[in-house]
């Protein structure tokens, strides 16, 4: 009992050292509004604590599965979002240790966890492990989707979610928990059944088509379109949806000329045609060398920086002498040319550039 203690004693100091240090006060607080948590938030990146947890058990390598667990039961009553995120961390980095005998102590970090932000990590890559290596454990989804806590619920959907989207897994085992959860309207229930069903059709889409036509007149509308994201359109018209997504018909929409941001600031970059609309300035340099900005990229990085050109300050203020954001013009512009800019009232924000990433960011290979 002491070692379990010094053990999670020591894991607590190590990672408060190393994380508390790196993050950011600012940062915390629009991290904490985002995940509605009661957490405490250090808002430290997902690239420290990755780091952080590499350097933990490099420095313990032999760790057992009590000890794991002594870890990372510490780590979780400490209330900190990084050493929450931690916690996980190690746990997937020794999931090999693990096996039926620790499920019900991971489901009860699920269940206290109380967010996707770690419900969403745990379950595909500790308890899905698991599962993948002793299918003995896969006797307790069922459990677990009749559970009252929907986050242990959601656990047991997303449990196999990496398994079925690689091919494998237990599809129809899959099917008769998602099939009793249809009729739930809670959103992180529909959308997990949403989401394992997209990712199975990317290679099975006759799996995914087969159940949801099965339950059409039951699934919710958001695990619908989820699931059908990938069908090919056949299937998606015989769903009674359009042949072509919403989302196929977004990105479209969005194709299309640079953004007027950085032709306002960099007249000589010029217009790539027909570029996506999660193009970047870095990419679109590297797709068309010809029209690199020759200046340092520090510099570059400067002008993209600002939404609004306080350059043309007579412009920029209105009569009551106040800075005042610039309209959008990018409807109006379909070419560029050589023209002075100047007199331009107006620039559009970049599109699809800036991205929030997932805070646990599972797919990222330690």
Same mark, same amino acid.
């Given at each position: ?20 240090? =790196?993050?950011?006060? !600012? ?12 957490? $405490?938030?250090?808002?430290?990146? *997902? ?5 952080? !947890?590499?350097?933990?058990?490099? =420095? ?10 002594? @870890? ?7 209330? @900190? ?28 970090? /699920? ?14 890559? @500790? ?35 990496? /398994? ?19 009729? *739930? ?6 959308? =997990? ?23 059409? %007149? ?8 989820? +699931?059908?994201?990938?069908?090919p359109a056949a299937q998606s018209k ?5 042949g072509k997504g919403a989302w196929v ?5 969005? /194709? ?12 000589? !970059?010029?217009?790539?045609? *027909?570029?996506? +609309? ?22 570059? $990085?400067?002008?993209?920086? $600002? ?7 007579? *412009? ?14 990018? %409807? ?20 699809? @550039? ?13």
């Amino acid at each position: 009992m002491a070692l379990r203690v010094d053990l999670g004693s020591g894991a607590i100091t190590f990672f408060t050292r190393r994380l508390r240090r =790196a993050g950011s006060a !600012v940062r915390a607080v629009g991290e904490k509004a985002y995940l509605k948590s009661d957490l $405490r938030f250090w808002e430290t990146s *997902q690239d420290s604590i990755r780091a952080a !947890v590499r350097a933990y058990c490099d =420095a313990h390598p032999d760790l057992v599965r009590t000890e794991l667990r002594s @870890v990372a039961v510490a780590l979780y009553a400490t209330g @900190v979002h990084e050493l929450r995120a931690a916690a996980i961390g190690v746990l997937e980095r020794d999931r090999e240790t693990l096996d039926d005998r620790d499920m019900p102590w991971l489901i009860e970090l /699920a269940r206290k966890s109380k967010s996707w932000a770690y419900v969403d990590w745990i379950a595909p890559k @500790v308890i899905g492990d698991v599962i993948a290596r002793d299918p003995r454990a896969r006797k307790r989804l069922a459990i677990w989707a009749k559970d009252k806590d929907f986050w242990v619920r959601r656990t047991a959907l997303l449990a196999e979610h990496d /398994a079925l989207r690689s091919g494998g897994g237990d599809f129809a085992h899959w099917s008769r928990l998602a099939g009793s959860m249809l009729d *739930q309207r809670e959103f992180f229930i529909r959308k =997990a059944i949403g989401w394992v069903l997209r990712e199975v059709s990317k290679k099975r889409p006759d799996l995914t088509y087969a159940f949801l036509r099965k339950h059409r %007149d039951r699934v919710s509308r958001l695990s619908l379109l989820e +699931g059908a994201k990938y069908l090919p359109a056949a299937q998606s018209k015989a769903l009674g949806l359009p042949g072509k997504g919403a989302w196929v018909a977004r990105e479209e929409a969005s /194709a299309g000329p640079l953004p007027e941001l950085w032709i306002r600031r960099d007249p000589g !970059v010029g217009v790539l045609p *027909q570029l996506p +609309g999660s193009i970047t300035r870095r990419n679109a340099d590297r797709l068309c060398p010809d029209r690199r900005d020759p200046r340092p990229r520090r510099a570059r $990085r400067r002008s993209v920086g $600002r939404v609004v050109d306080w350059g043309d300050r007579s *412009q920029a203020r209105g009569r009551s002498g106040r800075r005042k954001p610039l309209s959008d013009i990018g %409807d109006h512009v379909t070419s560029f040319d050589h023209t002075d800019h100047s007199d331009t009232n107006g620039v559009s924000e970049p599109h699809g @550039v800036f991205h929030r990433g997932a805070i646990a960011d599972p797919g990222r290979p330690w």
